[in-house]
């Protein structure tokens, strides 16, 4: 391989590749009251009872109402890391919602051989 050749199958190698992933569940009261995406363990069996090493938490935090949610829009890896791209759903202006502080989630599947290390980049509502 020439080392043009090789420059441009690092610079590919180093790009993040897409991963499949499937949604497992949601809710509206993890009791995490932070943003952020986390390896499912037993610190979360409350949120999903599952012994599957491949299930990742996205938390939004802490909401002042109902009608918060989290839609995860892209699974990407580097190799070294995973990164998940998640987008934060609101209430419509006017919209009667719960009066009561929610904490949303979602539970996906991510299909990789070895856990990695996560970076959450969360788009909040406008």
Known sequence: MGNGNMIGFLIFMARPNPLEWDEVKSGYMSGVFESKAVWNDSAYKHL???DDKNIVLVFLGKRSTGGFG???EEVKTDGKRIYIRARETCPKPGEMVIQVITSP???IRVNIDKRLPLELKLERCK
């Open 48 to 50: 999903v009872e599952s």
């Open 70 to 72: 989290v839609k995860v």
């Open 105 to 107: 989630f979602v539970a």
